[in-house]
């Protein structure tokens, strides 16, 4: 079984420039999750996605970053403009759903962006 | 609210000898603990989960951990550790009741020596 899918792997960018990364999950899982991990920190949820519909985007800030999953399959997250503090490496996961047994969430190798 | 701590930032062990991390977490309602490894320029791996049932659940690779309600902990446990577990061991929670937020603790980072 293919795992979680994520491109580019590194990115290395100019503050105020604009990015995106892209992530294709397992196949059948419906939710999709986007992570940031700060080096040295533990992940943090962006946001959620269960099918098309975002579960939750508490954490996103939303004035830069945006994301995506139209079609309920790929996604992707964008920021614009981006800062030096968004320096991380960003996640994906998914899981086959929301709540029991069936949400272990599976994780990509992550793209490592670096903002200077 | 939910959080998770990791006490433990750095946890040394000899080859052969037992293996563990600790956890403690915070949660209104009850608790889905999850235990995950991530090795240099890779995402987290799922070892094990703590869902209801067992208080001890076992995972992959020959760890464990126990649920410990009266302490709010879940520890994670190896009886012989090998080099190869060295790596970052990251412990999570949701509150199970109300949220579908899983929140990571800072991770641990395991050195398991020859």
């Known amino acids: 079984e293919a795992g979680v899918a994520q491109s580019p792997r590194y990115k290395i960018i100019e503050k105020r420039q604009s990015v995106a990364f892209w992530c294709n999950p397992i196949?059948?899982?419906?939710?999709l999750y986007w992570y940031q991990q700060i080096l040295g920190q533990g992940p943090k949820l962006l946001i959620q996605f269960q099918n098309n519909g975002v579960v939750d985007d508490s954490q996103l800030p939303k004035d830069r970053f945006s994301a995506e999953r139209l079609k309920g399959v790929d996604s992707t997250l964008k920021i614009q403009p981006a800062k030096l503090e968004d320096s991380a490496v960003y996640l994906c996961a998914s899981s086959l759903e929301l709540g029991g047994n069936q949400e272990t969430q599976y994780f990509g190798p992550g793209t490592r962006l670096l903002v200077l | 609210a939910q959080s998770v701590a990791q006490p433990e930032d750095q946890v040394n062990v000899a080859e052969g000898n037992p293996l563990t991390v600790k956890c403690t977490y915070s949660?209104?309602?009850?608790?889905?603990l999850f235990w995950y490894v991530q090795y240099p320029n890779r995402g987290l791996q799922f070892l094990l989960k703590y869902i209801t049932g067992d208080n001890l659940v076992k995972g992959s690779y020959g760890f464990e951990a126990e649920f410990n309600k009266s302490q709010t902990s879940f520890h994670l446990k190896k009886p012989s550790a090998l080099v190869s577990d060295s790596a970052l061991y990251f412990c999570a929670v949701r509150d199970g009741t109300n949220d579908y937020k899983l929140s990571f603790g800072a991770g641990t980072t395991v050195t398991v020596r020859a």
């Open positions: 949660v209104s309602g009850n608790p889905y």
């Open positions: 196949s059948g899982h419906a939710t």
